[in-house]
Structures are given as structure tokens and as C-alpha cells.
């Protein structure tokens, strides 16, 4: 049988891969005999699940495997004729394949049982060559036609075991149900396996289908086998299977919503992602409302009324919209009940697939879409139904009532902050601001633009939008009239100021915040003391404490006097902070009093703030233990009141994926930076990728690509460009590119000196990996090359000494990472010297360097930077003939790489020719997780499989897997397992 053949009418976008179906694949197989377990023969199934949901794709994965195994398989399909269905059409099919296939059995067969020949397609068919009208004058005997098609298939069986697939049996004739109750209830001798499948959506109360399947079900031997609907992380498995470029999270978490884990609405909605806005493909939609035809006036009416509200719709809401009478509407709500197009709930009804909902609004007049949504309106704003004020702006929006939308938008904003839903109330804000973009609705409105704008803004930052709410703002106070009330531009420039600090830019966010100041009104005033506080912290940030105190006391006593407990807390915490300068211990004891003060005060910004300050205070001081206490409680805390990504709380996240990485604890860090079915701003996304794309260098990965398409983000945020340009200039050195290296620090000094300041002092440590990288590819240039590369080498390594020279910080500490990092730079120095041969250091002093950087990289923790000093280091012992030393160097870093997965480093130290000093079993190799990861392999589990267990993404356990066969030396997975097996892992 042709591929082809069992695929008739799947979406043209279909994965080549069988996506979350394994389970059900397995199970079928087993029934039906194609792998039988325990000695179990060949059975009877019958496959249901919605239009759609995969049926088809896994019956072809089913006949691949059949043929793998052996078998013949032969597919008959029901059509859909309506009342003029052909008898036996799917036998006929499977007739005509037989005879093409087995035709000296078919013969036989028919020999024995003429009634067999009315099946053959030529026979049923206008003009057939024998002169037949493709009807009879008398009847076929019912009985002598079943049996010969029982013997037929028992007799196709000698030659090979079969497995007849009778598809879409939902439109199949009465005679066809006949005949499938005749070959399920009677046995075959042969391998036989029946497969029948069918829609359950189909299946309404008067389908005959339905009291038939309910008969075939009591027959021994016949199983039934429901398609469910896939699940979220198989939907965006086969999304990046069908999808060869990857589409934004926002864009996958919306088809995941609306495809509802159906397969076939996957397959359009990804191949219509490329389209604007939010729509169903027309394709799509003509599938979905040939549904409607099957209801009469009523209960179309009644869908229509329905779509309009959404997803899902009350009982009183639809009473009150529809205008129909009360059994008119409980008439056309049973008939669509019963067609599967309605589903009844507790008092309300849903679509059975939301596409169909859409498909259905889609498919509206748009005279009729703004009567229905006034009808909506009208019945949340007399009371006559109950809803949300977010329904209510949706309804009055599109039925063009837009006073009353503008009201409801703000309320619905104010209700979304209440509960924590920041993007929605954001969205709700903007679309206010845009109704009032109309200078007549402005006139109308009697509110304070000031403070929608300032909300607008907060919802913005806290959902991790702080680029979008500094062009909100500054967008508002160009429109500003010149008249405007002055209160209204202070309040304004100092959101914006809030914005600017928290992004890259070259505008003067003091400056901003000053003004505002300036223009605050006098006296005790909730407005002048918010705007002294936000100074206060800007000043602070810039590093002006002297000025941030005295605006700090300013904003601490006004906020008291006011009672205005958010505020003071904002100022105190701002106060603890310039505590910096004096001894650790103080700071932290005040940003501990400030956090529990901001407790009882309910200020969550003031809160998280200092949660993270506190995380840092230990990151500086390297005492990763309470670092990632303090990170994690602002992380939950974030959670819980439902901004994950608000100021921060996202900083805290990633600080502590970048302790991770240091700590060497990288399967956390990669849990960490695992956003799957979260919606990141774009900007938090990179810079969990930058973190990520190291620990995936670390373990070998290529990723130059993956970190040079961060370069986008470099101007936005600084930090992403210290990660990825050292990813990048790691990634050249492992290709022995050392003019790369050098091309990729100038590239990312020439960016962070213009947003930043020319000698920031991460300079050093990206010099220090250039240095590196240039060290590696000594061995590999030319004489002159050499000389030049030298050149180069000092350069760097003097801007890093200027960077030291010029460091300034209140504290006068300059941390743990700093000093290791220094010392790397010129142990890294003295390295590519000596390599190069170009003012070649003693050895004594290239030794002593390196053991210095050991040594402060062991003291600041960080794993994987410690076991590649030490590969460096071992290599220098053993050109200076010290071998014994050289060993216990390399076993330490060979230790370190098999904990952290570290495929290069272990490479490295073979072509130094480093063997361990002792046994290097690579069960001690594998980390408690990939042992984990290789039982399951070892169970024959797929990496989806593998990551719904766990709890973990396809892509990490995908990672763990090639880990996993590096560690063991496997050239693929069976390998894996059976190495396993053999040495006890598993």
C-alpha cells in the first residue's frame, strides 16, 4: 500500500515525526498483534477521537510498523455521500487491493463465493466492461457475501499476518456496520487484525454509529482505544517540528491555547503564524462551520449569539443578549448540545473547540458583530447579566460605544493590578489611552491623565516592559497640552525616569527625575513625596549617595507624615542601600529591617528590591549558600503576588541562573533558563539565553550562532553582551579563531563603552577569555602571525590593568570574581607568550601565575573556570617535565568535567596526554540526573516521553542524551543502553 494511502485529506503542514502519540502506538500495536505482548494473538480496536486529533497520522505510524514487522496491511475508506452512500464502499476498496496484490487468492476465494465479485470497484460502476449497471436486480445473500470476505481475509492471512483499517467509519452505511459486527464477533484462525476508526465528535445522540459502537464494545476481543487531545508539551514539540523557524513563545503559547491539543488545528494555525493578527485560515474554517449545517434556524441563532462572547458563555448571559424566548432558546441550545457544537456546564456553555467559537464569530456580518456585542453591553450595564468590567470594555469597544469602553478599560486595568495580572493591566491601560487619543473623548472624560499614564507605566515595568513603558510615557508627554496642570508633567517624567534606569539608553534619567522634582507641588503632597522617593533611588543608582540621602530623608519623612507606609518603605530601602560603603555586615542588616518593614507595608516593589539587594550583597562577597536564599524568596515572592517578570524579581532569577553556572550546578541553571509555557519579554528571555548558551559551550555545544543573534539585545542590555560575546569568543578559540576573538572584545567594548563608560569593569574578564581564546590558536599560526597576536595580547591585557587602576567602588571591595579574574587575564598573558615565543616568560613565573589564579578561582567557586585553569595549568607542567604534578592538576579538572558534562575539557586533556592516575569509570562520571535520563533510555523512552516524566523540556533531556553518550563512548542510544546494562547503571 502507498504512503499515501492511509493519509488522504491531512493538513499539507504535517510533522514527518509522530508527536505524543507513543503510548497510544504501542498500545494498539499490542492489541492488535503487530507486537503482541505475553503471547496475546491479533484482537479487534476501535480507534476514536475528535476531527483532527491525530487518528490518521498514527494509523500511518502503525502501517509503517506493521510492514517493519511483517504484515500486510490493507485501508478501506468510508466517504461522506450523505444519503446516497455506496454499500460496502470501504470492502470494495479493500477488494480491489487484494486483487491487486494477491490476485490468484482473491480468485480462489471468489471461486468458492461469486457473491465476492459485486465487491470489485469495475463491477460497481456506471458503464462497467462487463455491461453491469453496478446495481442488481436481486439482492446479494447478506450472509454468503460476509462470509466470503471472512475467507478472503483468513486466507490473505496465510500468505502474511494482515491488519485490515477501516477508516472514518462514522460516515460509513448501514451494510458496512453490518459487516464489520459480522468479522468482529466471528474468529479467525489466521493473523487478522481489525482496526476501525471513527470521529466521536461525530457521534451526536442520533448517530447510529453511536449505539453500534456501544454493541461492538460488549464483543470479546474488541477494544476501544480513545485519542485524547495532545498535551502542551507535545503541542510544542510538533509546533518546532512543523515550524522550521522558531516562532516567538507569545506566538506558541497562542496556538497551544487555541488548538486545544489537536493536531490537525496545529498543523493550520502554524502555517498560517506568518499572518497578521490573530484569525483562522480559511481552510480551517470551512472544516469547522460545516458543523452549523447540521442545525436548524434556532440553534444557529443561538451559536452566533454565543460566539460573540468568547469561549464561553453563562446561561443568564445568553438569555439576556439573544433576546429569544425562553424555549426558543432552550430548543436551539439542546439541538446544538446534541450536535457536539455546544458543550453544557455548571450554568454555562463552551465551544467543544474554541476554533470553532472563532470560526463561528469569524463568519458574522459586521452589522450583525456590533448589534450582538451592543446586546452584551447593554446586559452588563443594566445588571440584567453578570460580568467583569474587562467583558464590559471588550463588548462597548466593538459594538463603537466608546465612552462606556474607556471607562470599563480603566476599571478593567485597576481589577487586573489588584489581583496581580500586570500584562492585562497594561493592556487594559493602553487601550484606554488610545480611546482618549481622540481629543473630543478627552474633553469628556473627567479623569487624571497623569495617573493612567503613571499605571500604564507601572503595569509595564512590572511586567518586564520597561522600553515599551519609557515610550508610553515619553509618546503621552509630547501630546501633553502646554496648559496642562504641572503636577501632571511631574508625575509623568518621573515614571519615565523610573523606566530609563531600568534599560540601556543614553538619555539622562537623572536629569528627568530632577525636573520632575522641580515641578512636584509644594508642601505635603502623596504625589511630591513619590517623586522624591524615585529621585532619590535614581541617585542612588548613579552612584551620587551624598544627594540620595538628603532626597531619601526628604521622601521617609513626607511619606510618614502622610501615612504613606509603600512609600516610606521605598525610601528606607533606598537609605539602607547607601549603607554600602560601611562594612557588609551593617548593609545587610539594614536591607533586612527594610525588607521586613516592607512587609507589613505591602510595598512588593520596596520588597523584592531589597530581597535582591540582599542576594546581591552575598553574590559580591561569593557566599553562594545565602545568595540563593535570598534570590529564590524574591523569585516566590514575585510569584505569588503574579509578576514573575516585574523589576527584580526576573533580576533575581537570573542572578541566581549565573550563580549556577558558577557553582557548576548546571542542571539547575538550565531548569532555570527552561521558559517553556512562560511569555518572557524578549529582553529577560536573551539574558537567560546568554547564561544558558555558556553551560551549553561548557558541555561542547556549538552555539556561536545561537549567542551571535544576541548581538540584537547588546545595546538594550549590557549584560547580554558580556555573556554572549564571551560565549561567542570561547566558541572561536575552540576553532583556533584568534582574529575572531579579537574582533568579537573590540566589538563588544566599542558597544558597552558607549552605553556604559569606556573602562566598566567586566572588561577584564572579557579580556581575559580574548586572551584565552588567542592562547589556544599560538600553536596553530605562522611566525609573523604569531608576532602580531602578541601585539594584540598587550594591548588587552594593559586595558584590563586600566580598568583595575581606575575601579572605584563605596565599598572599597574589589570581590572575589574580580581578583580571580584578573589574575587570569595575566596568567592568560603570560601563556600566549610563551606560546608564541614573543618575550617568552620564565617558567618559574608562568608556573606561579597560574597557581595564583588557582587558587583565587577555587576561593570564588567557580567550577568549570577552575577545571579549565587547571587544564592550562597541567599542560605547563608537562612541558616543564613535571609530570607527577601535572597529573594531580589534570585528575582534579578531569573530576570537575565529568561532573559538569564538560566534553572539551576532557578532550583537551587527551590531546595534552593526560591519562587519569586512577580508574575513570564513567559510572562515577554521570551526575544523578543522567543516571536518571539513561534507566529511561534504557527503557526504550523518547525524549518527550523522558521530559514529561521529569518534568523537563524535550531540548534539556536531549542535552542530558548527548551527555550521556559522550560520558560512555555510544555512538547512539541502544548503544547507550546496552553499555548500561552491562556495567549495572541501569
Given amino acids: ?156 492471512s496465510a500468505k502474511a499476518p494482515l491488519l485490515l483499517v477501516i477508516e472514518d467509519a462514522h460516515w460509513a452505511d448501514q451494510s458496512t456496520r453490518d459487516m464489520l459486527s459480522f468479522l468482529f464477533s466471528r474468529p479467525f484462525l489466521g493473523p487478522v487484525g481489525l482496526v476501525a476508526s471513527y ?35 507535545d503541542v510544542r514539540i510538533l509546533i518546532s517540528e512543523l515550524h522550521a523557524d522558531a516562532l516567538d513563545e507569545c506566538e506558541i503559547a497562542d496556538i497551544v491555547d487555541r488548538a486545544e491539543g489537536n493536531a490537525f488545528f496545529v498543523e493550520e494555525l502554524v502555517g498560517a503564524a506568518s499572518g497578521p493578527g490573530r484569525w483562522v485560515p480559511d481552510d480551517l474554517a470551512d472544516v469547522l462551520l460545516v458543523r452549523l449545517d447540521r442545525l436548524d434556524d434556532a440553534a444557529r441563532q443561538v451559536v452566533r449569539v454565543a460566539s460573540v462572547a468568547g469561549r464561553k458563555v453563562s446561561h443568564e448571559m445568553l438569555t439576556a443578549a439573544s ?82 469602553a474607556l471607562a470599563a478599560s480603566v476599571r478593567a486595568g485597576d481589577e487586573a493590578t489588584a489581583v496581580g495580572g500586570p500584562d492585562e493591566a497594561a ?69 519615565r525616569a523610573t523606566a530609563l534606569v531600568a534599560m540601556e539608553t543614553d538619555e539622562d534619567a537623572v536629569a528627568i527625575s530632577r525636573e520632575a522634582v522641580d515641578l512636584a507641588p509644594e508642601g505635603a503632597s502623596g504625589l511630591r513625596a513619590k517623586v522624591l522617593a524615585v529621585h532619590a533611588r535614581i541617585l542612588s543608582n548613579h552612584g551620587r549617595f551624598e544627594e540620595a540621602q538628603a532626597y531619601g530623608l526628604e521622601a521617609l519623612g513626607l511619606a510618614e507624615r502622610l501615612d504613606l507606609p509603600e512609600l516610606a518603605s521605598e525610601a528606607i530601602t533606598t537609605l539602607s542601600v547607601l549603607k554600602k560603603a560601611g562594612p557588609k555586615e551593617t548593609l545587610r542588616s539594614a536591607l533586612e529591617d527594610a525588607v521586613a518593614q516592607a512587609q507589613r507595608a505591602g510595598a512588593l516593589h520596596a520588597e523584592l528590591r531589597g530581597r535582591w539587594l540582599l542576594g546581591r550583597s552575598y553574590e559580591d562577597w561569593a557566599e553562594f549558600d545565602e545568595t540563593e536564599r535570598w534570590f529564590r524568596s524574591a523569585m516566590d515572592r514575585a510569584v505569588d503576588a503574579g509578576v514573575p517578570w516585574a523589576p527584580f524579581a526576573f533580576e533575581s532569577r537570573w542572578q541566581l541562573s549565573w550563580v549556577k553556572l558558577v557553582r557548576g550546578e548546571w542542571d539547575e541553571l538550565l531548569a532555570l533558563a527552561d521558559v517553556t509555557g512562560q ?22 555545544a556549538d552555539v556561536a550562532a545561537e549567542a551571535a543573534a544576541l548581538r540584537r539585545f547588546w545595546r538594550k542590555e549590557g549584560a547580554i553582551a558580556i555573556h554572549s560575546a564571551a560565549v561567542e569568543m570561547l566558541q572561536a578559540g575552540r576553532r583556533d579563531d584568534a582574529a575572531a576573538a579579537v574582533r568579537i572584545y573590540d566589538d563588544v567594548v566599542g558597544v558597552l563603552g558607549e552605553i556604559w563608560h569606556p573602562w566598566f569593569s567586566a572588561r577584564i574578564r572579557l579580556a581575559a577569555v580574548a586572551v584565552g581564546a588567542v592562547a589556544q590558536a599560538m600553536p596553530h599560526l605562522s611566525a609573523a602571525e604569531r608576532t602580531a597576536y602578541a601585539g594584540h595580547v598587550d594591548r588587552l591585557h594593559a586595558e ?15 570581590g ?21 615565543g614573543v618575550d617568552a616568560p620564565p617558567l618559574e613565573a608562568l608556573v606561579g601565575t597560574w597557581r595564583e589564579a588557582e587558587t583565587l578561582f577555587e576561593d570564588f ?126
Fill in 679 to 700: 511569555s518572557p519579554p524578549a529582553i529577560s528571555r536573551a539574558l537567560l539565553d546568554s547564561v544558558r548558551l555558556y553551560a551549553e559551550d561548557g558541555r561542547g
Fill in 427 to 495: 493592556q487594559h491601560y493602553e487601550q484606554a489611552l488610545e480611546l482618549l487619543a481622540d481629543p473630543r473623548r478627552g474633553e469628556e472624560w473627567d479623569g487624571d491623565l497623569s495617573k493612567l499614564v503613571a499605571k500604564a507605566a507601572d503595569a509595564l515595568m512590572a511586567s518586564g516592559h520597561p522600553i515599551r513603558a519609557a515610550a508610553l510615557v515619553g509618546e503621552q508627554l509630547e501630546r501633553l497640552p502646554a496648559d496642562a496642570p504641572p503636577a501632571y508633567r511631574s508625575r509623568m517624567l518621573s515614571a
Fill in 816 to 836: 572575589p570574581e574580580g581578583r580571580a579574574w584578573t589574575k587570569r587575564l595575566d596568567a592568560e598573558t603570560l601563556r600566549a607568550r610563551w606560546l608564541a
Fill in 1 to 156: 500500500m502507498d504512503a499515501h494511502e492511509i493519509m488522504d485529506g491531512v493538513a499539507t503542514h504535517t510533522s514527518q515525526v509522530l508527536v505524543g502519540r507513543d503510548a497510544e502506538l504501542a498500545e494498539i500495536a499490542s492489541l492488535l498483534g503487530v507486537r503482541p505482548v505475553s503471547g496475546q494473538g491479533p484482537s479487534a480496536v476501535l480507534l476514536s477521537g475528535d476531527a483532527g486529533v491525530g487518528k490518521t497520522r498514527l494509523l500511518t505510524e502503525l502501517r509503517d510498523l506493521a510492514f517493519t514487522e511483517g504484515w500486510q496491511v490493507f485501508a478501506g475508506h468510508c466517504l461522506d455521500f450523505g444519503d446516497s452512500a455506496l454499500p460496502y464502499l470501504p470492502f470494495s476498496e479493500v477488494l480491489g487491493r487484494l486483487a491487486a496484490d494477491l490476485p490468484d487468492v482473491v480468485d480462489t476465494v471468489a471461486a468458492a463465493h461469486p457473491s465476492l465479485a459485486r465487491l470489485q470497484p469495475g463491477r460497481r460502476v456506471l458503464g462497467a466492461p462487463d455491461g453491469s449497471t453496478g446495481t442488481e436486480a436481486a439482492a446479494l445473500d447478506r450472509a454468503d457475501l460476509f462470509e466470503a470476505v471472512h475467507v478472503l481475509l483468513e486466507a490473505a
Fill in 800 to 814: 584590563g590593568h586600566v580598568v583595575l587602576d581606575r575601579y572605584s567602588d563605596p565599598s572599597g571591595f574589589w
Fill in 199 to 233: 470521529r466521536s465528535d461525530d457521534l451526536h445522540r442520533r448517530h447510529p454509529l453511536r449505539r453500534q459502537v456501544a454493541e461492538w464494545s460488549r464483543i470479546r476481543g474488541v477494544e476501544r482505544v480513545q485519542l485524547s487531545p495532545l498535551t502542551a508539551p
Fill in 861 to 986: 567557586g567557580d567550577v568549570h573556570e577552575l577545571a579549565r585553569v587547571r587544564v592550562a595549568l597541567a599542560a605547563i607542567l608537562r612541558a616543564t617535565g613535571d609530570q607527577a604534578a601535572a597529573r594531580v592538576v589534570a585528575d582534579a579538572a578531569r573530576e570537575a568535567a565529568h561532573r559538569l558534562g564538560a566534553r572539551p575539557i576532557l578532550d583537551e586533556l587527551r590531546e595534552i596526554g593526560s591519562a587519569p592516575a586512577r580508574g575513570d569509570a564513567a559510572s562515577d562520571a554521570l551526575t544523578a540526573r543522567e543516571r536518571e535520563i539513561l534507566a529511561l533510555v534504557a527503557e526504550g523512552r523518547s525524549n518527550g516521553e523522558i521530559g514529561k516524566q521529569l518534568f523537563i523540556s524535550a531540548k534539556t533531556v536531549s542535552v542530558h542524551v548527548s551527555n550521556i553518550l559522550g560520558k560512555l563512548g555510544a555512538a547512539g542510544r541502544t548503544e547507550a543502553a546496552a553499555i548500561a546494562r552491562r556495567r549495572g547503571l541501569v
Fill in 323 to 404: 433576546g429569544l424566548p425562553a424555549t426558543a432558546l432552550d430548543d436551539g441550545l439542546r439541538r446544538a448540545v446534541e450536535m457536539n457544537v455546544l458543550v453544557a456546564g455548571q450554568g454555562h456553555y463552551s465551544f467543544r473547540h474554541a476554533l470553532l467559537g472563532e470560526a463561528v464569530y469569524d463568519d458574522l456580518l459586521p452589522g450583525e458583530r456590533v448589534r450582538l456585542h451592543a446586546a452584551y453591553t447593554e446586559s452588563l450595564r443594566s445588571g440584567a447579566a453578570r460580568g467583569t468590567a474587562a467583558e464590559l470594555a471588550r463588548h462597548a469597544r466593538l459594538a463603537m460605544d466608546l465612552p462606556t
